[in-house]
């Protein structure tokens, strides 16, 4: 056959070989040129945004920097942050995190950048606690979360809302005035202000969001809801090792995801019967014969509504995250302003007589006597400042790469801000560690509102901003200046300043002090 001019066999077979083969070296070929360009592409792209990633501490395989994070994260990233620079890169797990801790960081990230780090990273909280990213704290940022945005900010905490309940958070603190003045034996034993203001706090924003009354101490019921928001605060407040290793994930190494699922059953639980019960009141009681509605109606109403994708998960995750993140926050930093007013009897003198000025010695303190005081208002703004309730902002994510500071910031960075390191910069503030209300005197400082203003944080800042802020500030000027219009106050020893990390940063020790009447009755 070879002679006859035909191949042989395994010539044949090289021949059909390499015929196979050229279509997919031609393929493979395309590919590298595809991939090259690509990368060139990415190259000068990344050029353009900035090559250089910040600067961070070595990161261990597996764990990265998850070992440098001790009790208190917040006091042990603003030490790295001397070293490194206010803007730093660690990696927590297998997470590229970006950490800041300066203002000027802060307002380039969450006022110029806002829309790339609107989003929130997914997590186990997100899953097991905010009904699987239903509610609005734990929501990546997409066309949902703007809904609820809105939903929030425009029907559930706008300025009408707020003052419509003046009245409750002014009995309520009038009842907790009562209180503290017939437990502590009219003057005579010291008194657990830690567990009055989480009382007062979640005794307030039941009754906004369920209309009713209940007790918070001494009450059965009220104590297992204490109950559950404590746990739920301790497990969000947890480091997840899944959230930074995720193939650890499913281990559930610490049990964090358990205790996750077992306390948002139990609040789900309780929501879910305070919903049916306004439900069943809409169906027996006419409109016209209901009183003010609280923010379960103001739901329930809009759930009823052409064009308002709201279900009854969407309302039990809001009334989940008011009720949890709207009591813890505020209860906490009350402990600290009156840690600070204990320790500085001066600063509780300059309070008594603006107050006395203002509303003399024979009535309370109303929330509209509030704009008449700054000197009270700078109180709060200081305590804000030394003690923001969240030390670190809840976590960003970037939706894209991007340019800040000049630096390269790869999409799905993760993104935390150190407030609580901003509000004791020296460089912004003279005197950092010292609580000297005095410095906000003359000086228009909104941290509520003003929109550009990056020197301390407490509230958090752009889209994902705390919309609760207002009433929060409002609450905490109500309560500082009856405690101190009502009471002397003092206390056995040196007080114990020390904290506690977690989601919220409470003092390490129940703050316990002695009250004595000041005025001629006790409401």
């Given at each position: 056959m070879a002679s006859m001019g035909f191949p042989e066999p395994l010539d044949s077979i090289n021949i059909i070989r390499e015929c196979a083969y050229a279509p997919a070296t031609a393929t493979l070929c395309s590919l590298i040129i595809f991939l090259w360009v690509l990368h060139r592409f990415s190259v000068k792209r990344k050029n353009t945004l900035g090559s250089r990633l910040p600067r961070g501490p070595f990161a261990w395989p597996i764990i990265g920097n998850l070992n440098q994070l001790k009790r208190l994260p917040h006091r042990d990233l603003h030490e790295l942050s001397k070293k490194y620079g206010p803007i730093m890169m660690l990696k927590l797990g297998s997470v590229r995190t970006v950490l800041v801790s300066s203002s000027a960081m802060a307002k380039e990230f969450l006022k110029t950048h806002d829309k790339v780090?609107?989003?929130r990273p997914v997590s186990a909280v997100g899953k097991y606690i905010g009904y699987n990213s239903k509610d609005l704290i734990f929501v990546p940022h997409g066309a949902y979360w703007r809904h609820m945005r809105k939903l929030c900010v425009v029907e559930l905490l706008n300025t009408k809302r707020i003052d419509s309940f003046r009245c409750v958070r002014e009995q309520e603190m009038l009842l907790t005035v009562?209180?503290?003045?017939?437990?502590?034996?009219?003057?005579?034993?010291?008194?657990?202000?830690t567990m009055f203001f989480s009382s007062f706090s979640q005794a307030v924003m039941w009754r906004i969001l369920s209309g009713t009354k209940i007790s918070f101490h001494g009450d059965a019921h009220g104590e297992e809801i204490k109950k559950m928001v404590s746990e739920v605060t301790a497990v969000v407040g947890s480091i997840n090792i899944g959230d930074f290793i995720p193939y650890l994930g499913w281990l559930d190494l610490q049990g964090v995801e358990r205790r996750m699922?077992?306390?948002?059953?139990?609040?789900?639980?309780v929501i879910s019967k305070i919903i049916e019960e306004h439900q069943q009141r809409r169906r027996e009681f006419h409109k016209e014969h209901e009183q003010q509605p609280d923010i379960i109606d103001v739901l329930l109403e809009m759930e009823s509504?052409?064009?308002?994708?709201?279900?009854k998960e969407n309302i039990k995750a809001i009334v989940f995250d008011m009720?949890?993140?709207?009591?813890?926050?505020?209860?906490?930093t009350l402990e600290w302003a009156m840690s600070e007013i204990l320790?500085?009897?001066s600063v509780a003198k300059k309070m008594q007589e603006e107050i006395e000025s203002v509303v003399g010695r024979e009535r309370a303190v109303s929330e509209r006597d509030i704009g008449s005081m700054e000197y009270v208002q700078c109180v709060v703004k200081e305590t804000l400042r030394l003690y923001p309730a969240l030390p670190l902002l809840l976590p960003h994510e970037s939706t894209q790469d991007c340019a800040v500071g000049g630096y390269f910031i790869p999409?799905?960075?993760?993104?935390?801000?150190?407030?609580?390191?901003?509000?004791?910069?020296?460089?912004?503030?003279?005197d950092p560690l010292e609580f000297k209300p005095e410095r906000f005197m003359g000086?228009?400082?909104?941290?509520v509102r003003d929109k550009d203003y990056f020197d301390m944080l407490p509230f958090g800042a752009g889209r994902r901003g705390c919309p609760g802020a207002a009433m929060a500030d409002v609450t905490m000027n109500l309560v500082l200046a009856q405690l101190v219009h009502y009471f002397e106050w003092s206390v056995e020893g040196d007080l114990d300043m020390t904290e506690v990390f977690g989601v919220t940063t409470p003092r390490s020790v129940h703050l316990l002090a002695r009250p004595a009447l000041r005025l001629p009755t006790c409401p």
């Open positions: 780090f609107a989003s009562r209180s503290m003045w017939e437990m502590s034996g009219k003057g005579g034993k010291l008194v657990n202000l699922k077992k306390v948002h059953n139990s609040m789900d639980q509504l052409d064009g308002m994708p709201i279900t009720f949890v993140a709207g009591t813890e926050t505020t209860s906490t320790r500085n009897p999409e799905r960075s993760r993104l935390i801000v150190n407030a609580w390191a901003i509000g004791r910069d020296p460089s912004l503030w003279e000086k228009k400082v909104d941290v």
